[in-house]
């Protein structure tokens, strides 16, 4: 009986270190994020927002190819699961995506190196009477 409290005292002891703010439960191992590091700078100082021109499935072919991407796809109409609408990571965050191509933006260039892009499932400009307007998502 004793081995087994004990057992259930180290289950509960264990489980609440996990629960630990600023500890992250990983796949196979925990993140200690509490001790951030004073000699670095974020990355990410720009959001990139595109529209694909194309429908989603043309958009997902060209943003997994070879000659571009970005990290992030939107549908015009997302699929919902479990209730929740469901986005495309295509690049992970910290990874670099080329969605900006040659570009400027007050100052900085490259802004494929500081920026997360996201792609918006959108035909772009609609033709209508009184001239070219952009759709809205």
């Not at 190196?113 to 033709?127: Q, Y």
């Amino acid at each position: 009986m004793r081995a087994l409290l004990w057992l259930v005292g180290l289950a509960l002891l264990l489980t609440g270190c996990a629960s630990e703010k600023g500890i992250i439960d990983k796949e196979g191992y925990q993140l200690d994020t509490r001790h951030r590091a004073q000699a670095a700078y974020p990355r990410i100082k720009v959001l990139v927002i595109h529209y694909t021109a194309e429908n989603f499935d043309v958009s997902l072919a060209t943003l997994t190819g070879r000659n571009v991407s970005s990290h992030y796809l939107i549908p015009a109409t997302p699929p919902l699961y479990g209730g929740k609408p469901r986005i495309w990571q295509l690049v992970p965050e910290q990874d670099q995506a080329w969605h900006a191509g040659v570009s400027f933006w007050r100052g900085a260039t490259r802004l494929n190196d500081t920026s997360i892009g996201i792609e918006l499932e959108n035909r772009g400009l609609a033709n209508v009477r009184r001239g070219e307007i952009f759709r809205a998502v």
